[in-house]
């Protein structure tokens, strides 16, 4: 693993470090702005406070941080590889060029001490997932992972209600911040209630501290922070796009980890842009938020 010097000294001196993951980049917006996407991201983590550390697979190392070279490379290559954390050992192997997802990216910042990860949406269980059994690798992982991933909810693509109790059963745990409603990525309410409210990004820190305590830090915590109201998509728009998108994919017989991908392109082209500006804010928002609480955690 080859942590980037400016991610290193912060760690080695307890300054605050959020993680970054890299298949939003390479396969949840389109290029080439992506990559200036990509920038906007880390610099809001940055204006917050604390060290951005986008995690990625380069030639076969695995990376924690990128240097601009290998930012662009991910974003704008079109042999990078979606790599979830089974593909991990792989494309290590191979020597490959790889984006990874938030179960990846959770794995390897718990592995190199970063507490904090900001994305924009958890993978989760799918809709029919009763017969395809399509569950994102991202719920299993965060059930043994010691990792916060803010997130904007789960996409709306997903079965909502599944992944929570799914969430409930590992032993995952959910926080709304500012509200007490889990987010429904693109709007502000999926629909579902959640249980505990963080009022303030010290809440958050003072949760991740008791996990710290309590033993249970081997499982991961997710915060839920909705998307900003301003940003928030139309939701006659969204769920007449919804329908469709589904549709097209069960047509076009998408299976295994290009569902979501497929699903994410589809909303940008048939909202005209509307979804990938909604997207924008919401990992804005996200990067923000990892980087006050990482700043709460560390003080
Ligand atoms: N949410 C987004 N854009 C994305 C993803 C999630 O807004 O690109 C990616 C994340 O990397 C997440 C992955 O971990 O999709 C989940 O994919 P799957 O359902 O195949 O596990
Ligand atoms: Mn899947």
């Known amino acids: 693993m080859l942590i980037h010097p400016e991610v290193a000294d912060a760690l080695a001196n307890r300054r605050p470090v959020v993680a970054l993951e890299s298949t939003i980049v390479s396969h949840g917006l389109p290029r080439p702005d992506n990559l200036h996407i990509a920038r906007q991201i880390e610099q809001a983590v940055r204006d917050a406070g604390a060290v951005p550390a986008t995690v990625a697979v380069v030639d076969g190392d695995i990376h924690i941080g990128l240097d601009d070279t290998a930012l662009e490379r991910i974003a704008l290559d079109y042999s990078v590889a979606k790599v979830s954390v089974r593909d991990l050992a792989a494309v290590s192997a191979a ?177 005209h842009g509307e979804s990938l500006r909604a997207n924008i804010a919401l990992v804005l928002a996200n990067a923000r938020v990892a980087a006050q609480v990482a700043t709460a955690y560390h003080s």
């Open 95 to 271: 020597r490959g060029l790889g984006a990874t997802t938030v179960a990846s990216t959770a794995h390897i910042a718990s592995r190199s001490g970063i507490r904090v990860f900001a994305t924009g949406g958890l993978g989760g269980v799918h809709r029919g997932a009763r017969e395809t059994w399509d569950e994102s690798a991202d719920l299993t992982t965060l059930s043994r992972t010691q990792v916060l991933v803010v997130c904007a909810g789960v996409k709306s693509i997903l079965d909502v209600g599944a992944t929570l109790e799914r969430l409930e059963t590992l032993n995952i745990g959910v926080l709304g911040y500012r509200t007490d409603r889990f987010p429904g990525f693109y709007l502000r309410d999926s629909g579902h209630p959640v249980y505990w409210t963080a009022p303030d990004a010290e809440f958050v820190a003072e949760t991740l501290r008791a996990q710290d305590h309590l033993g249970t830090a081997g499982y991961g915590l997710v915060l839920g922070n909705p998307i900003p109201p301003n940003a928030e998509l139309n939701r006659d728009l969204h769920d007449t796009v919804l329908e469709a998108g589904l549709a097209a994919a069960d047509r076009a017989g998408v299976t295994g980890k290009d569902v979501t991908p497929f699903l994410l392109d589809f909303f940008h082209r048939e909202t």
